[in-house]
């Protein structure tokens, strides 16, 4: 079974640009989350998509944002990019229906450089 | 909201002793509480969970226990080898919100050979 897919890998971006990164999930689950991995703040949820809707937000301004396509692939967009937003942005999927097992399978994630 | 803390920060430990490193979460009704691995360029990993009607489970070198009442789950590594070296990341929940976890800061374990 193939995993969580995340493309691109690495990008650079400068200030005041936008970005839009794209997360494929294992094939049959349903729910995409976003994190947001930072060496100052962690590990911080971004937001969770289950079948094409938004499930869950986290406390992230309005520039960020996202959605599901009807086959669960997501993609989220970071608009008028800051220096803060570089990060290491994380996909993670899981089957999303309640009463399963929970575990979240991350992809390797997308490396963004704001310059 | 979850608030999670996990200790120590940072770890190291000789190859072949053993690692604990705890988990505190305030949410009295978390019922889900995995520990996860994170690889140098790689995402998290889970390598152990247990659900709250279990006090530990045990996994070859890994082990999770659980004390409920006092809000706090523990991550055992025996016998280390430097392929343990990683990120350790707790993140506790109740389970039907599968999607959205709330990670503790992790822990840097470091193993020398």
């Known amino acids: 079974k193939a995993g969580v897919t995340q493309t691109p890998r690495y990008l650079i971006k400068t200030r005041g640009q936008q970005v839009t990164l794209s997360c494929s999930p294992i094939?049959?689950?349903?729910?995409v989350s976003w994190y947001q991995q930072t060496p100052g703040q962690g590990l911080q949820f971004l937001f969770e998509y289950f079948s094409e809707t938004q499930r869950n937000k986290g406390n992230f301004p309005g520039r960020f944002s996202g959605r599901q396509f009807s086959n669960s692939r997501s993609e989220m967009n970071v608009s008028t990019l800051e220096l803060g937003d570089s990060a290491l942005y994380l996909c993670a999927s899981s089957l999303g229906t309640s009463g399963n097992t929970g575990e979240l399978f991350f992809g390797e994630g997308s490396r963004l450089t704001v310059l | 909201g979850e608030n999670v803390e996990q200790h120590p920060s940072t770890l190291s430990v000789q190859e072949g002793d053993s690692a604990v490193i705890k988990c505190t979460y305030s949410d009295s009704a978390s019922n889900y509480f995995p520990w996860y691995k994170q690889e140098l360029g790689k995402g998290p990993q889970l390598i152990i969970d247990?659900?709250?009607?279990?006090g530990e489970k045990k996994d070859q070198r890994i082990a999770v226990t659980l004390n409920k009442t006092a809000k706090h789950f523990s991550l055992h590594i025996t016998e280390t080898q430097p392929e343990d070296s990683a990120v350790y990341f707790c993140a506790p929940r109740y389970n039907t919100n599968a999607g959205k976890s709330t990670f503790g800061d992790g822990t840097t374990l470091t193993v020398k050979p």
């Open positions: 094939s049959g689950h349903r729910s």
């Open positions: 247990i659900r709250s009607n279990v």
